[in-house]
Nanobody, 121 residues
């Protein structure tokens, strides 16, 4: 059974940092792309960042470039999202996902349960 388990969310002040983790299990993920998506209240789920286990290529949505960094630990089968200079508009539930490619939500086959990130003073 495939499982993606996120952790690391919480409440942080504007300008602060958080690191999200996503532990994967249940199958071989070496051929997958691992992504982070987020969903704010009343909005659609949107792409944030992705990493390809093969080669480590990364992608980011424009609004987080220069602030967020996605990385992976092959030995632990864990993906991280380091979030710096957080803004109130980053507030959302963040989801980890495993899929075939890119930024399209429909390309991802497996999803975690989500972790809440709240940026507020």
């Amino acid at each position: 059974q495939v499982q993606l388990v996120e952790s690391g969310g919480g409440l942080v002040q504007p300008g602060g940092s958080l690191r999200l983790s996503c532990a994967a299990s249940g199958r071989t993920f070496s051929s997958f792309v691992m992504g982070w998506f987020r969903q704010a209240p009343g909005k659609e789920r949107e792409f944030v960042a992705a990493i390809n286990w093969n080669g480590g290529n990364t992608q980011y949505t424009d609004s987080v470039k220069g602030r967020f960094t996605i990385s992976g630990d092959n030995a632990k089968i864990t993906v991280y999202l380091q979030m710096n200079s957080l803004k109130p508009e980053d507030t959302a539930v963040y989801y980890c996902a495993a899929g075939r490619a890119g930024t399209n939500i429909h390309s991802y086959d497996y999803w975690g349960q989500g972790t809440q990130v709240t940026v507020s003073s």
